[in-house]
């Protein structure tokens, strides 16, 4: 995937901007609010239909205007392809793809894209149901299957979550509660089935990546610790047992809370560097590399999967890294995808002349330098 052009007009700070990128790394340098991130969220945009930021759509119309228009042309698969996005006031948006209107799943499917943003960085300090959050959704996304089956699970869960407090309060008898216990032992089972296949994958190349991005000084473990025991060679029959087991075994204590404490709702993706917990001791520069690995890791699994790769989209990736550490992460990075780097540090080109864009930022104008 290669984004060739993008024109930007009332997007966000932008009255109008055209943007042509270089097929490899770019660099968009330029102060605090001169629109580095606005203009990453247009791309990120036409290549999946919606923002990650936005509360509401209105949001990125710039203030002066009444629609917001992004007119993107991508070369995909040896065609090129015209992308465009309006957005009205008062929420009313339209997407194409190559003329025809389309939803946003269509876009993110043909097109798509990888993010990072600072905030991305919870993934390591924030609560477990960060990293339980970025399994499922943003690595789980494309299997359809597995959306379905975490709905079902949440659903029941949410069903026995309320028939515990009904049968703690004797409003209900426990006959009732085998009834969701099954549900939750069946669709759980289903859950950490899909998270194990994922991480099957996606485990050993983060951990090759984040070697790459510290020149082999250090060493990333990632353990799923889960609230059943189990085995590399668990079926999810074996697994729906293991769960309806250890629910029995924590009923008393889940009728006592009136929650579900045995699932994969409760289950953690353990970060470890040298052995050694991340959420806990990990500098903000191991933080970040940990997220680029994790990145770097997403785009092959989605290469894998689609047969081609997704623009990556970094925002703010560079500042806490050093220039040794910076330069790992561009090696990394150059020659696989068009990359896109907003930042806020003075930059030179060294060694990326030839594969690499610079474009300065400054009051919403965008010049090539
Ligand atoms: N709808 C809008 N219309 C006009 N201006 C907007 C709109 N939405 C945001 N802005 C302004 O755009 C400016 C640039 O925002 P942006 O987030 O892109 O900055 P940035 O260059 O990424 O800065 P930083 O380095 O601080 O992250 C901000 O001052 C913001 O108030
Ligand atoms: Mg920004």
Not at 19 to 44: D, I, Q, S, W
Not at 92 to 120: D, E, Y
Not at 315 to 331: A, F, N
Request: hydrophobic fraction near 40%.
């Amino acid at each position: 995937m290669l984004l060739k052009k993008i024109h930007l007009i009332a997007w966000r700070n932008y009255p109008t901007c055209e943007f042509r990128p270089h097929p490899e790394l770019n660099f968009v340098v330029g102060g605090n609010a001169t629109g580095k991130t606005n203009l990453l969220e247009a791309v990120y945009y036409l290549c999946t239909g919606e923002s990650w930021r936005a509360g509401r759509e209105d949001e990125l119309i710039n203030w002066d205007a009444e629609r917001a228009e992004l007119v993107g042309l991508l070369a995909r698969d040896g065609y090129e392809t015209r992308v465009t996005a309006t957005i009205e006031r008062g929420g009313r948006k339209r997407l194409t793809l190559s003329g025809r209107q389309v939803g946003k799943q269509v876009i993110r499917h043909a097109v798509g894209a990888i993010l990072f943003t600072p905030w991305h960085l919870n993934l390591v300090q924030g609560p477990p149901h960060e990293r339980r959050h970025y399994l499922d959704i943003e690595l789980g996304s494309s299997h359809l299957q597995y959306s379905r089956s975490l709905e079902q699970y949440h659903r029941a869960l949410h069903h026995r979550n309320a028939c515990l407090r009904e049968v703690a309060s004797g409003r209900a008898g426990q006959a009732l509660l085998e009834v969701w216990d099954e549900q939750v032992a069946a669709y759980g089972a289903k859950v950490l089935v899909y998270r194990l296949q994922l991480l099957r994958s996606f485990c050993p190349l983060a951990v090759r990546f984040y070697r790459d991005l510290t020149g082999g000084a250090e060493t990333l473990g990632l353990r799923y610790a889960s609230t059943v025991e189990f085995g590399g060679t668990d079926t999810e029959e074996l697994l729906v047992r293991k769960l309806r087991s250890g629910l029995r075994v924590r009923r008393h204590e889940d009728l006592l809370r009136g929650a579900t404490t045995v699932g994969p709702h409760r289950d953690e993706l353990v970060i470890l560097i040298d052995g050694r917990s991340a959420r806990s001791y990990a500098s903000q520069g191991q933080q970040r590399t940990i997220v680029c690995a994790f990145k770097l890791a997403e785009l092959e699994m989605h290469a894998a999967r689609k047969g081609r790769r997704h623009v990556m989209l970094m925002d703010d990736v560079l500042s806490e890294l050093d220039p040794e550490h910076q330069q790992y992460l561009l090696r990394a990075l150059v020659g696989k995808t068009q990359v896109f780097i907003t930042t806020t540090q003075s930059f030179t080109l060294d060694g990326f002349k030839s594969r690499a864009g610079l474009f300065e930022l400054q009051g919403a104008r965008l010049r090539e330098v």
